[in-house]
C-alpha cells in the first residue's frame, strides 16, 4: 500500500535510494562487508566520500578551483555557530525570514555584532522581507527556504559582501547561480539523504581567511585540509546521500528535477487558490516550491478532511505549530502523482460540503 508521506523532514528519498541503502547495510558492493563496519579510512569509503564531494559539487554546476566540499556533523543548527566562529570578526547582516533564521541570528550574536536588515516577524514571516546593504559586513546570512513558513527566496543580492545561504530544505531542488553564494549549508534530512550530515560548500577564497586559533572541530580549513575526514564522519548518511545525489544525475540533474518540482508547487497551489475551502500562508511571490502551507477557511470541516487524507493514506500533513493548519512539503523524490492525491482529496471535500 503507497503511503502518501509530506513529511518536512526527515523526509522521503526515492525507493531505489532505500533499497540500495539496505543492500549496503548487509553487504557493500559484494564485499561481504557491511558499510556500518568498514573504517573511514578504507579504500572503499574514502571513495565514496570523494564521489560524494565532488557531486555536490557537480549537481551545482561550482568547480573545485573555487569551493570546496565538505561533510560535516551537527547538523544546520552547528552551522548557525560554526560560520560566525569562523568569519564574524565586526558585524554580520542577517535577513530574518522564520525561526531558522531568528536561531542563526541569536548564535552570531554570541560572536560579535549583528545588524538584521529585514524581518517579517510581524507578519509571521509570510514573506521575504526587502533589504539593501548601506555599509560592510563580514558577511550577510539568509534562508533560501522557510522551511516552517513555506517562503522561499528567489532573488539573492549582487554585492561583494560575501553571501552564507542556509539551504537546507532546497537544496539541489532548482537552478541557480551558485557562485553567487561565498558558504552554503544544508543539513542531509530534507532532500539529500538521513540525519547526520551536513553538506557545507565553502569558497576557497574564504578558507584562506580564518583564524587558525579556533577549536579544531569548528575550523573550516581543517575540515578542508583533512578531505572532510578530520574525525570519523557519518558514513551512512553521506553513503545514503551519495545514492541520491546519483539518482539525481540519472534524473537529469537540478535542471529536469526543477521542471518537475515546479508542477507539483504549481498543481497544489492552483488547487488551494482555487478552492474556496482553502488559504494559503505565504504570498504569492514568496511562495515556497518545497513546503506548501495552508489553512483550510472554516475549522469546522477539520475531522472531515483529516479522515479522508487518512483513507487516502496521506500522512505527515499537518503544519507547524507556528503556523497550524496544513504544510505539504514536497521534496525532490516526491512523486507528482502523490500530489495528485492531495489535490484530488482537497477537491472531494469541496465537492462534499
Ligand atoms: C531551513 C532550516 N535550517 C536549519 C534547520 C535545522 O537543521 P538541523 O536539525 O539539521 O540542525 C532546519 C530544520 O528543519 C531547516 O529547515
Not at 549496503?24 to 564521489?51: C, Q
Request: aromatic content about 10%.
Amino acid at each position: 500500500m503507497k503511503i502518501h508521506n509530506f513529511c518536512a523532514g526527515p523526509s522521503i528519498l526515492p525507493t531505489e535510494v532505500f533499497e540500495q541503502a539496505s543492500n549496503a547495510v548487509k553487504n557493500l558492493d559484494n564485499s561481504g562487508l557491511s558499510l556500518l563496519e568498514i573504517s573511514h579510512r578504507s579504500h572503499a569509503f574514502v571513495d565514496i566520500m570523494d564521489e560524494a564531494r565532488d557531486l555536490a559539487l557537480e549537481l551545482l554546476n561550482l568547480k573545485r578551483s573555487n569551493y570546496t566540499p565538505l561533510f560535516l556533523q551537527g547538523g544546520a543548527s552547528t552551522q548557525f555557530l560554526m560560520t560566525a566562529y569562523n568569519f564574524l570578526k565586526k558585524e554580520a547582516a542577517f535577513l530574518n525570514t522564520g525561526t531558522w533564521s531568528k536561531k542563526a541570528i541569536k548564535e552570531a550574536k554570541l560572536f560579535g555584532k549583528v545588524d538584521v536588515l529585514g524581518s517579517s516577524e510581524n507578519e509571521n514571516f509570510n514573506h521575504i522581507p526587502d533589504f539593501t546593504f548601506s555599509k560592510e559586513y563580514d558577511y550577510f546570512h539568509c534562508t533560501s527556504n522557510n522551511t516552517i513558513f513555506g517562503t522561499q527566496m528567489n532573488n539573492f543580492p549582487k554585492t561583494n559582501i560575501p553571501i552564507f545561504c542556509d539551504m537546507s530544505s532546497d537544496i539541489f531542488s532548482r537552478v541557480l547561480d551558485f557562485s553567487t553564494f561565498d558558504l552554503i549549508y544544508a543539513g542531509a534530512q530534507k532532500n539529500m539523504g538521513p540525519a547526520g550530515a551536513t553538506l557545507v560548500i565553502i569558497s576557497n577564497d574564504l578558507l584562506e581567511n580564518i583564524n587558525e586559533n579556533i577549536p579544531s572541530m569548528m575550523n573550516y580549513k581543517i575540515h578542508a585540509d583533512k578531505s572532510s575526514m578530520f574525525n570519523t564522519p557519518p558514513v551512512f548518511s553521506v553513503y545514503v546521500s551519495l545514492l541520491n545525489m546519483r539518482w539525481l544525475k540519472k534524473m537529469g540533474g537540478v535542471l529536469e528535477i526543477e521542471k518537475n518540482n515546479r508542477k507539483k508547487a504549481q498543481l497544489l497551489y492552483s488547487e488551494i487558490d482555487l478552492n474556496p475551502l482553502f488559504k494559503g500562508h505565504s504570498e504569492l511571490k514568496d511562495r515556497s516550491i518545497m513546503n506548501a502551507t495552508f489553512n483550510l477557511s472554516d475549522d469546522n470541516f477539520k475531522d472531515t478532511f483529516e479522515s479522508m487524507l487518512s483513507d487516502a493514506n496521506i500522512t505527515a500533513l499537518a503544519g507547524h505549530r507556528s503556523v497550524g493548519g496544513y504544510r505539504a512539503s514536497m521534496y525532490n523524490a516526491m512523486s507528482l502523482d502523490s500530489v495528485k492525491i492531495l489535490v484530488e482529496v482537497m477537491s472531494e471535500l469541496e465537492s462534499k460540503i
